[in-house]
């Protein structure tokens, strides 16, 4: 035979669990809707700065290497609202900024004495 204090107890704590759940699962939700909305707002500045042609390049270098994409997207944006970017960014102009952002390649070479 069970207690039903113990029983009574048992159910507020599987409540109690439940409710923190469903809390944490709310707060996840939201965080992934800000999220989006910021990817968003993003791409709808990337539009207005990159030609066509860029904003090909740069969906390229997602695939290839997201981070530095990020980074390059993040840098752009900036310059945009400093106003310190004049005009739309061409495709030219972003392999020029590719180019200065991406790390040197160094060739190493062995030599077998």
Known sequence: MEDPELE??????????????????????????????M???????????LSPEARDRLSNLRIANAEMCNMVEMQ?????????LQGIVTDDMLR???RQIAPQHREITIERR
């Open 8 to 37: 009574a107890i048992r159910q507020r704590r599987m409540a109690e669990m439940q409710n923190s759940q469903q809390q944490a699962m709310a707060q996840q939700q939201a965080a992934e809707q800000r999220r989006q909305q």
């Open 76 to 84: 752009l944006i900036n310059l945009a609202q400093s106003g310190r």
């Open 96 to 98: 020029n900024i590719l």
């Open 39 to 49: 990817e968003i707002q993003k791409q709808m500045v990337l539009r207005q700065i």
